[in-house]
């Protein structure tokens, strides 16, 4: 890339704000149950901070839950204003979707080298790997020259991160290096996928629809494994799933492809997608409504959704569909009204860029 540098600062996106939102409530809801603005110990571990034990009891909810967890309010500050430092930059270029997959990537990297790091007993939460990932994807695409930023930006970003996490006590450097380590290698394999789909897709997917394949395509070979759990976890068992789900993924994707390339593709594809999420909200409401309905206590309003069968799941699916009609309205629309434009718009995305 080649022009005007981008400034030190770029107003987060709608990814970003989300993640700080996600942070801020699940931190407010912390202090509501516990009654302190520093949840303590016990109270973290319960909720889902690391210990060394994490990976030997097969706790792994808790790679995932310590990255919305805060020890204090100045904790929670400086990660929330490092991601709206950082991520604006980062979900402009990239968008939404490979924003989202970055820091889901950096969050579990941090998690883990925190593990490896760790050898007595710890606690470990925050956001912190998750936000270095940010950084290191960053760094990424500055190395790939696919970024403006200039180079005092990753001076000073950089050299604080490493000082902070050399210098002051409690803080998880591993975390640090993991999350930086992980964001800036997804990336890069993420920028390796998007050359690859130039040659297997032929339109540039929209924002919105791409986060919805990814999340359809990771929620239900996910939902498919939890419920299958009957079945063998050999490693060549688990080899041959991954290969089919990869396999089905890209099908999917491809008859996505396919749909855009016509004329109000673009409708018709938003349309199938608010289908399917449907189909699969009522597909998985179905399997948890009996485990649902048995618990003891339940509310009265799911008593009485559980009185008559099928109701639960059904509900489900019409909200879900109705939700994803919503939020695809105005893509619904520019696809209904398209006169021929969308479809050689959406190819030429395509080819006018190679990766990221």
């Known amino acids: 890339m080649h022009g005007q540098k981008q400034g030190f600062f770029e107003q987060p996106h709608a990814a970003t704000y989300l993640l700080i939102t996600v942070n801020i409530a699940i931190f407010g809801m912390m202090a509501l149950r516990t009654g302190a603005a520093a949840p303590g110990g016990r109270d973290l571990w319960q909720a889902g901070a690391l210990y060394p034990l994490v990976l030997l009891r097969s706790e792994y909810w808790r790679l995932v839950a310590h990255g919305f967890l805060h020890a204090n309010p100045m904790h929670l500050f400086t990660n929330m204003l490092c991601l709206a430092l950082w991520g604006g930059h980062l979900e402009r270029r990239v968008g939404a979707t490979y924003f989202l997959v970055i820091y889901t990537i950096a969050l579990l990297a941090g998690g883990l080298v925190s593990l490896a790091t760790h050898h007595g007993p710890y606690l470990s939460v925050g956001a912190s790997g998750a936000v270095s990932g940010v950084l290191g994807a960053l760094f990424c695409l500055w190395i790939l020259g696919k970024i403006e930023l200039s180079a005092s930006f990753f001076l000073i970003n950089i050299g604080l991160n490493i000082t902070l996490s050399l210098s002051t006590r409690g803080i998880d450097w591993g975390a640090h290096l993991g999350g930086f380590t992980g964001g800036l290698i997804a990336c890069a394999l993420i920028?390796?996928?998007?050359?690859?789909?130039?040659?297997?897709?032929?339109?540039?997917?929209?924002?919105?629809?791409?986060?919805?394949?990814?999340?359809?395509?990771?929620?239900?070979?996910?939902?498919?494994?939890?419920?299958?759990?009957?079945?063998?976890?050999?490693?060549?068992?688990?080899?041959?799933?991954?290969?089919?789900?990869?396999?089905?993924?890209?099908?999917?994707?491809?008859?996505?492809?396919?749909?855009?390339?016509?004329?109000?593709?673009?409708?018709?594809?938003?349309?199938?997608?608010?289908?399917?999420?449907?189909?699969?909200?009522?597909?998985g409401l179905d399997r948890l409504?009996?485990?649902?309905?048995?618990?003891?206590g339940r509310a009265p309003a799911i008593?009485?959704?559980?009185?008559?069968?099928?109701?639960?799941?059904?509900?489900g699916a019409a909200v879900m569909l109705a939700l994803s009609l919503g939020l695809s309205a105005r893509t619904i629309a520019k696809g209904v009204t398209d006169v021929g434009f969308v479809a050689p718009s959406l190819r030429g995305e395509r080819r006018r860029r190679l990766g990221l």
Request: with cysteine.
């Open 289 to 296: 409504a009996q485990p649902i309905c048995a618990t003891p």
């Open 191 to 283: 920028d390796l996928v998007e050359r690859a789909n130039a040659r297997v897709f032929a339109c540039k997917f929209p924002e919105g629809l791409k986060l919805n394949v990814m999340i359809l395509a990771v929620v239900a070979p996910t939902s498919a494994a939890l419920f299958a759990s009957s079945l063998p976890a050999t490693p060549g068992a688990c080899a041959l799933a991954a290969g089919i789900v990869l396999l089905a993924v890209v099908l999917f994707a491809k008859a996505i492809d396919l749909v855009l390339m016509r004329q109000h593709g673009l409708a018709i594809a938003a349309a199938m997608l608010a289908l399917l999420n449907s189909a699969a909200m009522f597909a």
């Open 303 to 315: 008593a009485a959704l559980c009185s008559h069968a099928g109701l639960l799941p059904t509900l």
